[in-house]
């Protein structure tokens, strides 16, 4: 159990040993300018998205013959500023991203808490359903599902949340089947703490790192995800632009004009990158074996 | 020992995957479409692509004409005995690829087929004003309808393929759609699902004999690699060829463009509710869309603007109609006069299989978007898109049909309350319909399609746009004219000197 200073003085802890990593650097340095510039970008410019200039169709970055700094990473084919809808992709991918995150997270831990603590028939129940949903290919399940609700921002972070709470429910449960056994949670039961309470304060918080690392992983996931969902037209819905779909209308055009797929791309892999970086020093950093300091 | 065969097996698969193509033959011709067929019965699928494949194992009894005329086939002669019948004589010694010969039984046994319950033919509905063929003797026989029909023989020239009665009734209907025996000027050899449709050139065809002796058709659903598959030489025609990569093509110095069917393009209305069962709002819509900006910046201009309904390049277009002007401003009065001073919102829907129609529909709703109607676009999978449309599930909708010359084709099918009342049903258009088609002079008729066509215009069930003329790409080393009503007759094709 931890508590106040203790529980202060192990984060501390860990920041410092991500900060050692210089990978971890770089992809959290790298994720909060992303983050920042998603979040920020209103503030220098007003320009719309969805605003066509048709007959500037198809117009180059501003650094190849026939750009202009008025569209800095050139125009798609309909006009429409690159940079501007990369940006406003940036929106949809990232809170997409992390929104899914948190409902697989949420009831995964959720799933895998009360499977692992209470076990018997409820941990079969659940542990049966989790396998069924990891015989069934995922890409396959989000686009039924999508095909059946119609493609719509809270669909698809539903979905796309739903599918992937196995992973977390499985970690989760695997974690609270070696702490239920630890003394301090037989303590609190001798003492007649109602399970609710022990689940909540006592094996919660333990199982937390595990998920944290999971997490971050899964997030460059469902952004991967979520620009797949989109190429194939199954994502958000147009013509909210996305990344994903930004590749997908710049296929077509792939020969004529590489900075349509070229551009996003690039975005999808910066913040994949950057993410897994951060998800990869988290790990490290979490893992006391690896952090090398006495316990 | 395993490892090692295991090892040399992965290395063979690899070779054969990665093999050249091998040197092409120059007695075969290979086209290349945008997907392979469904099934090789022509009777049994519309799909453009499929038929395309169809028509060169199967001859219908006269070869429809881009003017909307016929000439002969497998008929050589025919006479008009009143306003209702036709008598034909086939040709003589004519015989199916198995031996089976070509005979007026045949073509009862083909017509009653194509019509039947059990084959439920797309194509039906297209001869259903003939009430059967009548046997005179091996090689006349008489076909007659329930009341005059003027394009009576067109629609037999496009639609009445002939099949061998005594091989389809031994193999069944299933069967005959994998391995057909037509009467076409080539016969099937093999089709290796998801690879190719080979074809050989039948020796005893009656009409002029192919330049090909073979004839290969791939589907490729990339069109980067349909184009590639030209340029390298592997392909001799290839289909879908989007407007932005002409320019490259004829550049390449390699191969020429010849006419395919048009796309006419239109955007329906659901006229049974509001706010489009307001004649003004429709108009509105009308004016509302710049088709002139989308044709110059998506289809470099090379685009037909609609008038009316009948498409510039078919019979019976009203040659005073204007196009519907771009005026926003018109569009904003017209929308404050039905009572929409602020606009309203509203869905278009899109099959998401149409070439180019992302950008399309993007670019039509951004100009709705400037006389104040919010379009929420629905993009929709083929399958989705028709069963959402025959329930009468959409507001607006983006659809197209090929412009043919014979405006019943498409009119009847898509106007008259018989055919299709989904979303718009009028009484006179009705009437004008039949009377367009049984009426026999053709001047007479062009009134009456004139007046079809200026009617709708006003009352605008569509928002009219535009003609894509598709086309054909075709090397250089070969000599083939695409036809504008027509599918892949590849008998026609010849290698150039």
């Known amino acids: 159990m931890l508590e106040g200073a203790e529980s202060l003085r192990l984060w501390g802890e860990t920041l410092r040993a991500l900060g050692r990593s210089p990978g971890a650097v770089i992809g959290g340095g790298l994720l909060l300018a992303i983050l920042a510039t998603s979040l920020l970008f209103p503030w220098f410019t007003a320009a719309d998205p969805l605003a066509q200039d048709l007959l500037a169709r198809l117009t180059p970055p501003c650094w190849q013959e026939g750009g202009s700094l008025a569209h800095p990473l050139g125009t798609d084919n309909l006009g429409r500023d690159v940079l501007v809808r990369i940006l406003h992709g940036s929106r949809v991918s990232l809170f997409v991203g992390f929104a899914a995150v948190l409902v697989a997270c949420g009831s995964g831990i959720l799933l895998g808490l009360l499977s692992g603590y209470y076990g018997g028939r409820l941990d079969s129940l659940i542990m049966r359903v989790a396998d069924v949903f990891m015989a069934y290919p995922f890409m396959l399940l989000t686009i039924s599902v999508i095909a059946v609700l119609g493609n719509s921002i809270l669909n698809l972070i539903l979905v796309l949340g739903l599918s992937d709470w196995v992973t977390y429910a499985r970690t989760v449960r695997g974690s609270v089947l070696s702490i239920k056994e630890k003394e301090f949670v037989t303590a609190a039961r001798s003492v007649g703490t109602p399970n609710r309470v022990i689940l909540r304060r006592h094996i919660f918080p333990n199982v937390l790192s595990p998920v944290l690392v999971l997490g971050t992983v899964r997030v460059a996931n469902i952004i991967i995800w979520e620009s797949g969902l989109s190429f194939l037209g199954m994502g958000v819905p147009p013509p909210m632009p996305t990344w994903g779909r930004m590749l997908a209308e710049g296929r077509v055009y792939i020969t004529d004009a590489w900075w349509l797929v070229t551009l996003p791309g690039l975005a999808i892999m910066l913040t994949i990158l950057a993410i897994n970086l951060l998800g990869d020093g988290l790990r490290d950093a979490l893992d006391p074996r690896l952090r090398n300091i006495p316990r | ?497």
């Not at chain 2, 490729?220 to 025609?237: F, K, N, W, Y």
């Not at chain 2, 307001?278 to 090379?302: P, S, T």
């Not at chain 2, 602020?342 to 869905?347: K, L, T, V, Y």
Request: with cysteine; glycine share 6%; proline share 7%.
């Open chain 2, 1 to 497: 020992m395993r490892k090692t065969a295991i090892i040399l097996a992965v290395l063979w698969a690899a070779a054969l995957a990665v093999q050249p193509a091998a040197a092409k033959d120059p007695d075969t011709l290979v086209v290349v479409q945008e997907a392979e067929p469904v099934g090789l019965d022509i009777m049994q699928s519309s799909i453009q692509t499929t038929m395309s494949v169809g028509y060169n194992l199967h001859d219908t009894i006269l070869k429809p004409q881009e003017d909307a005329t016929v000439k002969p086939g497998l008929v050589e002669k025919w006479e008009k005995l009143n306003d209702l019948t036709w008598k034909f004589t086939l040709v003589k010694g004519a015989t199916f690829h198995n031996g089976e010969p070509i005979d007026a039984a045949a073509v009862k046994f083909s017509f009653e087929r194509l019509m039947g319950d059990a084959l439920k033919s797309p194509h039906r509905g297209k001869l259903n004003l003939f009430k059967g063929v009548e046997v005179i003797d091996e090689r006349t026989f008489t076909m007659s309808t329930s009341e005059p029909y003027a394009p009576g023989l067109y629609m037999l020239a496009q639609y009445l393929f002939i099949v061998p009665p005594k091989y389809v009734q031994q193999v069944g209907d299933a069967e005959y759609n994998l391995k057909p025996v037509g009467c076409g000027p080539y016969r099937l050899e093999r089709w290796v699902k998801g690879q190719e449709v080979v074809m050989t050139a039948y020796e005893k065809y009656y009409g002029p004999k192919p330049a090909y002796k073979r004839l290969i058709f791939r589907g490729v659903p990339e069109e980067a690699s349909r184009i590639a598959a030209l340029l390298t030489g592997e392909a001799d025609v290839v289909s879908g060829i989007p407007m932005h990569q002409r320019p490259k093509i004829l550049a390449s110095g390699k191969a020429y463009l010849t006419d395919q069917m048009g796309s006419m393009n239109y955007l329906g209305l659901n006229t049974y509710e509001k706010p489009f069962n307001d004649v003004r709002v429709r108009q509105a819509v009308n004016h509302g869309v710049n088709r002139e900006l989308i044709n110059q910046a998506l289809f470099q201009g090379k685009a037909i603007l609609c008038r009316g309904p009948i498409s510039p390049r078919t019979f019976g277009a009203d040659p005073t109609l204007k196009p519907y002007p771009y005026d926003p401003e018109k569009a904003k009065k017209l929308l404050a006069e039905a009572g929409y001073p602020n606009g309203f919102e509203a869905r278009l829907a899109y099959g998401t299989y149409m070439p180019q129609i992302q950008e399309q529909a993007e670019a039509i709703a951004a100009d709705l978007g400037k006389i104040g109607i919010r379009v929420k676009l629905e993009p929709y999978e083929r399958a989705v898109m028709w069963e959402r449309y025959k329930n009468r599930q959409h507001q607006m909708f983006i659809y197209f049909w090929d412009d043919a010359p014979e405006p019943d084709r498409y009119m009847y099918s898509l106007f008259h309350s018989k055919s299709r009342d989904y979303y718009y049903k009028n009484e006179t258009v009705d009437r004008l319909l039949e009377k367009g088609r049984t009426t026999l002079d053709p001047a007479e008729r062009a009134k009456v399609y004139h007046q079809i066509d200026r009617f709708l215009y006003e009352d605008a069930p569509w928002v009219y746009l535009y003609v894509i003329p598709e086309v054909y790409a075709v090397s250089n080393a070969v000599e083939y004219k695409g036809l504008r009503d027509g599918y892949l007759i590849m008998s026609t094709a010849r290698p150039r000197k």
